[in-house]
DNA sequence: ACAAAAGTGTTTATAATACACCCATGA
DNA sequence: TCATGGGTGTATTATAAACACTTTTGT
């Protein structure tokens, strides 16, 4: 499905620091930054879920690590001069390509075994780390999830010189991932589910023009439970915050719905007090 | 209002490790343990925000840094081999007494700017720390706040090794706090009135026997709007949640109103689902 | 013309809200 | 006995839920 040059590049210094490229764009085929261990925030990473909507199915980004048939969420290390937030949405933009990305903090994970040491050391083995950078990411992490919701169509997905393959998988079909990273992507999920009323679900995961239809359904894959049709148009349309478009005719036999965007500012302003669909 | 013996222990190791007692039972007066930077994930802090309920008001207990007229929340580190929640629970319990707190994570803070080097440097010198003492904690941190709701009557506050006093504040009359402690209560008390529908609070804040009245004044102070009696007492009783004991006489000039306990296993399980009070 | 899905309407049940009434208690 | 707050009742409104009817489209 997608298409990117295998971009690979990692060395020791003379000291045994880790040196290794974290972040390439693979068609210009250069390193946009270098940095090593020293800059980095020791014992602290941060993971991101991040969730799209494409055939009424809520899919979730994983990528698999390069050399190894093992998944991950994609994650990355908070550099020392920089904050938390800044360094998620920095690895966001480098996996997604997503600018201005919708990115919340959902929880920290700080148990001791969350990393079995057996697992991280087959892993760094592959990669051929030794020497004090591996010391250094055998330690003890602890990393902070961060949830965020993107349009799938509007991602260029890409991989960079840990990962070999990245893809979109439906969240029932989540295969057995690295670590922890199950129970990360599950606690985000239950976190999407419960902050739903305050998460701008709609204006972040579906096009800019869509049916009433489309949105319901992403309501439902949510809350994993069919809403009432009639019920969730008239609601939806009482909160004022659609502008309705022309008629959508492409698809079968049928009346055709109407296509509707957001009017972004009525939106956000509700989001704050926040809107419910519990039916 | 507390009394309690001032001790203060801290030293430096050949190495330049600085230790200090991080807890010790002020009144049988022995170190419980001793343990240095080495021991510590380094980075990385836990911040309580404990919550109680007295004369109809929700306080929030500061502590004040020995030497210095600085006030903080308690908090404290995390050992290498210590999982965070246990950290958390670790911490909690030395400041208050209390055995199975209720206690939960609800924010990770992680500004590069939220300790100012100046202002750090200030309450370090004041305690006579220097040398790679000072480094380790002068270095980045990023905190994970916890939440923690407890019956003010049942704390025995002890003070410790880094604070010669501690108090309860109404909320709103928390005094300027160290570095960004103040936003990390404001964040608190912000998750604990979202997260209300699915917060013991009642359970954890109140004396085992209690009064309608009292807990829906615990209500109304969370929620900082006043609700209807009648509708409280009847939604509150319909919940099949209480039990209801002999009628409390202390009062004033009327009606004696029943007190009433918990039905624990019913709560909780309400609890899961949540139960709301919105209006 | 017909099936299918959109759009809209209607009825019923449940919950929120406001406020009224009577009761028990201590001063 | 009277002021005070507790316990309960009731009427009104708003929202949720279930489902029926009509309309528009492609085949």
Redesign the interface.
């Known amino acids: 499905m997608m298409q990117f040059y295998k971009y690979f590049l990692m060395c020791t210094n003379d000291t045994g620091n880790f040196f290794y490229i974290w972040s390439m764009k693979i068609k210009e085929s250069k390193a946009e930054t270098l940095f090593d261990q020293d800059k980095l925030?020791?014992?602290?990473s941060i993971d991101c879920v991040i969730i799209g909507f494409e055939n009424n199915e809520l899919k979730v980004l994983i990528q698999k690590l390069m050399n190894l048939n093992k998944w991950v969420v994609p994650g990355g290390f908070?550099f020392?001069?920089?904050?938390?937030?800044h360094?998620a949405i920095r690895i966001l933009k480098e996996r997604t390509g997503i600018d201005l990305p919708f990115l919340e903090?959902f929880?920290?994970?700080?148990?001791?075994d969350r990393r079995k040491k057996a697992e991280s050391m087959k892993v760094y083995k592959s990669f051929n780390i030794s020497g004090p950078a591996l010391d250094w990411l055998q330690q003890?992490f602890?990393t902070?999830g961060y949830l965020s919701l993107v349009d799938i169509n509007k991602c260029s997905i890409q991989s960079d010189s840990l990962s070999d393959e990245s893809k979109w998988v439906s969240l029932d079909k989540i295969p057995q991932l690295l670590f922890d990273h199950n129970q990360i992507v599950d606690s985000a999920i239950d976190y999407l589910k419960n902050q739903l009323n305050y998460l701008p679900v709609g204006i972040e995961m579906l096009p800019k023009k869509f049916t009433i239809k489309e949105l319901q359904n992403l309501y439902e894959s949510i809350l994993k439970k069919p809403l009432d049709r009639g019920n969730f148009q008239r609601k939806i349309l009482k909160l004022d915050i659609l502008v309705r478009h022309e008629k959508h005719l492409a698809g079968g036999a049928h009346k055709a719905p109407f296509l509707y965007s957001f009017d972004h500012e009525k939106y956000n302003k509700l989001l704050e007090q926040g809107f419910g669909f519990n039916s």
Chains 1, 2 share one sequence.
Do not use: C, L
């Open positions: 925030v020791p014992g602290q908070i020392k001069d920089e904050g938390m937030d360094a903090q929880k920290t994970f700080g148990d001791t003890r602890i902070t």
